[in-house]
């Protein structure tokens, strides 16, 4: 059975850090992207960062410059390191896993990151 488990998320002052951790466990396919998506309330879950197995990596505009996506292929882990936060920042925050042969998504529980300004 395939999981995705999330850690890190909390309560933080606008200006702060957090960081995000998720492992993954039960995947029987070659993962070809580990990442973090975000979603507020009313809107559609969007990206965040995304870590390709080729080693490229993908950043929403907004979050540019402040997170940093890694990810340990050895351990099917992935993090996200989140530095000056601002409120905008704020949402769920799902790990997400996409194996490339079967192509199959997969989705952790979420973390609820707040921001306070």
């Known amino acids: 059975q395939a999981q995705l488990v999330e850690s890190g998320g909390g309560l933080v002052q606008a200006g702060g850090s957090l960081r995000l951790s998720c492992a993954a466990s039960g995947i029987l396919y070659h993962i070809a992207e580990m990442g973090w998506y975000r979603q507020t309330p009313g809107k559609q879950r969007e990206l965040v960062a995304v870590?390709?197995?080729?080693?490229?990596?993908n950043y929403a505009e907004s979050v540019k410059g402040r997170f940093t996506v890694s990810r340990d292929n050895t351990k099917n882990t992935v993090a996200l390191q989140m530095n000056n936060l601002k409120p905008q920042d704020a949402g769920v925050y799902y790990c997400n896993l996409v194996t490339d042969w079967p192509r199959r998504t997969y989705w952790g529980q979420g973390t609820q990151v707040t921001v306070s300004s």
């Open positions: 870590s390709s197995s080729d080693g490229s990596t």
